[in-house]
């Protein structure tokens, strides 16, 4: 499948063309034709999973959280794990379970952007320094959900389509990237920031230079950037713990 790396009519109208082969496809090797009827249940019950969620992460904004970074990461890694009718079950006796907890103690409030990170021991490397992860721009993390879908049940294939494509998701798209740093360091501020940590996957085309053009936005907001290089394997937490330590407590400071 072709994703377009930038976002207008012309581009929609492509991209919902390559989901239409990709459910024929489909269609074909199940047996269970895809039409725009299931695809309205479906969207209904993946902005179920978008609102709990929601929910989820307003308690990591809590001037209190009661949710580690790492244990939010681990949650919603789980929805590529379970059908949305479990996840959704799941995540609703979570939710009522966490919201009985004591609030995490921390020494700083941090947020998590970069590459690509499905590895919750990462964020625990940094949080076991004292530093709570209360916000990410991750895309195994809080990105993967977005706001709900605006469906238009006589077209939810194009629904879809324009939805995936106009969101701010990732720098690979050409034609937003003012955007998603706007919206880091928006994020940031509703979430109480005290410093992001850029993680920068080794030869990660997508994040590999935007610390450039984001950080001058950090600055002007106040917020100082601590950057990271990583390896797909925990090869190097010793030297993210002792990175880690030092940037909180120059946050401390």
Same mark, same amino acid.
């Given at each position: 499948?072709?994703?377009?790396?930038?976002?207008?009519?012309?581009?929609?109208? $492509?991209?919902?063309?390559?989901?239409?082969?990709? +459910?024929? +496809?489909?269609?074909?090797?199940?047996?269970?034709?895809?039409?725009?009827?299931?695809?309205?249940?479906?969207?209904?019950?993946?902005?179920?999973?978008?609102?709990?969620?929601?929910?989820?992460?307003?308690?990591?904004?809590?001037?209190?959280?009661?949710?580690?970074?790492?244990? +939010? !990461?681990?949650?919603?890694?789980?929805?590529?794990?379970?059908?949305? @009718?479990?996840?959704?079950?799941?995540?609703?006796? $979570?939710?009522? @379970?966490?919201?009985?907890?004591a609030p995490i103690e921390s020494r700083?409030?941090?947020?998590?952007?970069?590459?690509?990170?499905?590895?919750?021991?990462?964020?625990?490397?940094?949080?076991?320094?004292?530093? !709570?992860?209360?916000?990410?721009?991750?895309?195994?993390?809080?990105?993967?959900?977005?706001?709900?879908?605006?469906?238009?049940?006589?077209?939810?294939?194009?629904?879809?389509?324009?939805?995936?494509?106009?969101?701010?998701?990732?720098?690979?798209?050409?034609?937003?990237?003012?955007?998603?740093?706007?919206?880091?360091?928006?994020?940031?501020?509703?979430?109480?920031?005290?410093?992001?940590?850029? %993680?920068?996957?080794?030869?990660?085309?997508?994040?590999?230079?935007?610390? $450039?053009?984001?950080?001058?936005?950090?600055?002007?907001?106040?917020?100082?950037?601590?950057?990271?290089?990583?390896?797909?394997?925990?090869?190097?937490?010793? %030297? !993210?713990?002792?990175?880690?330590?030092? $940037?909180?407590?120059? !946050?401390?400071?």
């Amino acid at each position: 499948m072709d994703a377009p790396r930038i976002t207008n009519e012309t581009t929609i109208e $492509f991209y919902k063309e390559e989901l239409r082969g990709l +459910a024929d +496809a489909l269609g074909e090797l199940t047996g269970q034709k895809v039409t725009d009827e299931r695809l309205c249940e479906a969207v209904e019950k993946y902005n179920e999973i978008r609102k709990l969620i929601a929910e989820v992460n307003q308690l990591r904004r809590a001037e209190e959280p009661v949710i580690s970074g790492a244990e +939010a !990461l681990a949650l919603m890694i789980k929805a590529g794990d379970m059908e949305p @009718d479990e996840y959704i079950e799941k995540l609703t006796e $979570f939710l009522k @379970d966490a919201k009985t907890r004591a609030p995490i103690e921390s020494r700083a409030r941090l947020m998590v952007i970069g590459s690509a990170l499905d590895n919750p021991a990462y964020l625990k490397v940094i949080e076991d320094k004292g530093g !709570l992860v209360v916000a990410d721009d991750l895309c195994f993390g809080e990105r993967n959900f977005g706001e709900p879908i605006a469906l238009d049940e006589s077209d939810a294939l194009g629904s879809i389509a324009k939805y995936y494509l106009s969101r701010n998701t990732c720098p690979r798209s050409l034609d937003n990237r003012p955007a998603i740093h706007s919206e880091i360091v928006k994020k940031a501020k509703e979430y109480g920031v005290q410093g992001v940590v850029y %993680q920068k996957m080794q030869n990660c085309e997508c994040w590999g230079g935007e610390a $450039f053009y984001l950080e001058p936005a950090l600055k002007e907001a106040g917020i100082p950037m601590l950057q990271v290089e990583r390896e797909e394997q925990m090869s190097n937490a010793g %030297q !993210l713990a002792i990175r880690a330590e030092a $940037f909180i407590e120059m !946050l401390e400071h």
